[in-house]
């Protein structure tokens, strides 16, 4: 008989009856019954319920260990009858009489419990985390990280994508976040990074002529924690394809998105490949209010400023005249609503920083509130027609610069509908945004800059570049967005050094700059480069949203805090002064905090 085990906790059966088994695991919790003491032996795999009948060695051993004490238990299997059969269990129609037991390691008192799924305070899950991962919930989402892994490796190889690693230590990308630097020990005074992700190289794999590149890539920026963002690392599925266009990068990935979503959406239906709706950016800001809508939610945002010029309603027709806009939100069936409803909405928009959010109500036909008394009931019925209302739908306003507008009136629309009820439940809404800007005007800079990627094709190339007005030229640029997700963006890249160079220029860097900055990119294109383009969906989010995790700590296996420390390993941790001698590095201390001053007044985000 093998040493450990001849069985797993979640292998037998009441076939198995009358078998001698040993089994290894954990004890996860014992039950004192008058005498016998039922306890669940818990592996990887499962449970199996083990019995140490009275008066026998084992229980009196069983009886003295802690919960979390690892235990070989030799007994044989005997089947359950009656009540006592535990259908929740795979191994529920059997427990196994303790014969023998081992003790393999005794466990301390507990920090944090196992068993049960309690909240327990985020320092002390991340500090043992060790013990949080022996939790089932938390168990099941790691294992299913590894299966969606598994499967959208096989996926792509399907898809005729060849895998490849990239280096780790490399130089600076130009991606937008700050990098995480490694001082070289041979080469004093300078640094490595670790990439942001593998743009450049995925790149330079194109040129180097490998057609279909993908890898399951690790990825690092200093930035600041987000619930769907992991401060730190994170992973992504990052490709790249030779000689395509944005259709054919769409077709190459929908099928392996709607595939994996489709096998791990526990009958989630899924937006099948082929039917992603492509939504341009400037129609997503303006019917979303975001760059990344929810597609489950019915609700869209209507542009009505127009309805209120030469308004009674002064303060909306004063905006209107000035050049700023009025965006609408409908609160479907709020009739039966009281006028609470509609001023919490308001009090709401003033906690998250606006200056707030009007309102019109509306019961059989009649319209109720400021906005709709000074506008009028003709006008309000106007803007009722336009945004295809029911005689009992409420309207929500948000006015301001178009930037103030749609964020307020995006955030609204997801409000109303979280408070409606409205969000579709049991599906996976998927789609692609596009035509990205390829330039904004930075106004803290007073100059034209990229608003996204630098390395995306212009529509229209050269052409466009030498003959439009910078802020009027899109990009071929995309972000993929699943139930207001963004899962990742992506590109068909700029493959010819002159429209790098004019691109470039247009946001004010000189032809030396580039070639200083991106020598290996701008130096290989020079030597022949196809039409290329990818994307990277990050791997955390996908098992996140399969998860239905609202926060992506829980898909990540070891992962920081809020201020990317690991509390559990104590990084990141001071170096000794030799290390520091050996990287001929000399620490300066930081500042001394200064004293607090009066708060300011809340700047309106």
Not at 305 to 312: A, L, N, W, Y
Not at 483 to 504: Q, T
Request: net charge negative; charged share 25%; hydrophobic share 40%.
């Amino acid at each position: 008989m093998h040493s450990y085990r001849t069985h797993t906790c979640a292998q037998l059966r009441a076939s198995d009856a009358g078998s001698t088994v040993r089994l290894s695991g954990w004890i996860h919790r014992k039950r004192d019954h008058g005498g016998v003491l039922f306890v669940d032996l818990r592996d990887h795999y499962g449970l199996t319920q083990v019995v140490a009948r009275a008066g026998t060695e084992g229980l009196t051993l069983l009886d003295s260990l802690r919960v979390e004490s690892v235990v070989t238990v030799t007994g044989q299997v005997v089947g359950r009858e009656g009540g006592a059969v535990n259908a929740k269990l795979p191994t529920g129609d059997i427990e196994v009489i303790a014969d023998t037991i081992e003790v393999q390691s005794r466990a301390d008192e507990l920090p944090m419990p196992v068993a049960g799924e309690q909240d327990y305070p985020e320092d002390i899950r991340l500090k043992y985390r060790y013990l949080d991962l022996r939790r089932e919930r938390l168990h099941a989402n790691i294992l299913l990280r590894s299966k969606v892994i598994a499967s959208i490796r096989q996926r792509m190889i399907d898809q005729g994508f060849t895998e490849f690693q990239t280096p780790i230590l490399t130089a600076s990308s130009p991606e937008g976040a700050r990098d995480y630097l490694v001082p070289s020990r041979v080469h004093p005074g300078k640094f490595y990074a670790l990439p942001q992700a593998p743009q450049m190289f995925k790149q330079l794999l194109m040129v180097a002529g490998f057609d279909r590149y993908f890898q399951i890539a690790p990825c690092f920026r200093d930035e600041d924690a987000r619930a769907d963002r992991s401060p730190g690392e994170f992973y992504q599925l990052d490709f790249e394809m030779s000689f395509v266009t944005q259709d054919d990068v769409f077709n190459a990935i929908e099928p392996v998105l709607s595939g994996v979503f489709a096998e791990f959406a526990n009958g989630k239906s899924v937006t099948p490949a082929g039917e992603y709706p492509r939504i341009p950016y400037k129609d997503a800001m303006l019917r979303y209010g975001s760059d990344k809508p929810d597609l489950r939610n019915p609700l869209l945002i209507h542009d009505v400023g127009e309805q209120f010029r030469g308004s009674g309603f002064g303060l909306f027709a004063g905006l209107v005249e000035k050049g700023l806009v009025v965006r609408a939100v409908a609160a479907p069936a709020t009739a039966d609503k009281s006028r609470k409803f509609f001023d919490d909405m308001n009090e709401w928009a003033r906690g998250e920083g606006f200056a707030g959010l009007g309102y019109a109500t509306r019961k059989g036909g009649e319209w109720g509130g400021p906005i709709a008394k000074n506008h009028g009931a003709e006008g309000m019925d106007r803007i009722a027609e336009i945004m295809d209302l029911g005689p009992d739908d409420g309207i929500f306003f948000a006015a301001g610069t178009p930037v103030e507008a749609a964020k307020l009136a995006g955030l609204a629309r997801t409000r109303v509908a979280e408070q409606l009820g409205l969000i579709e439940e049991g599906t996976f809404k998927f789609c692609w945004i596009v035509d990205f800007p390829m330039f904004e005007y930075d106004e803290e800079a007073k100059k034209v800059d990229f608003s996204h990627n630098p390395f995306s094709m212009p529509q229209g190339g050269m052409e466009a570049l030498e003959s439009k007005d910078p802020l009027d030229i899109l990009a071929w640029q995309y972000d993929i967005v699943c139930n207001g997700v963004e899962l990742s963006s992506g590109a068909i890249r700029n493959h010819r050094p002159d429209v790098m160079y004019k691109a470039f220029e247009i946001a004010g860097y000189a032809r030396e700059e580039v070639d200083a900055n991106f020598p290996g990119m701008i130096g290989a294109f020079k030597y022949g480069a196809p039409p290329h383009g990818g994307s990277a969906p990050g791997i955390d989010r996908i098992v996140m949203l399969l998860a239905d995790e609202p926060n992506i700590r829980e898909v990540i296996v070891f992962p920081m805090n809020q201020k990317a420390e690991d509390l559990m390993m104590n990084a990141p941790a001071p170096v000794t002064a030799k290390q520091l001698k050996e990287l001929s590095i000399k620490l300066v201390e930081a500042p001394a905090p200064q004293a607090a001053s009066a708060p300011a007044a809340t700047p309106a985000r």
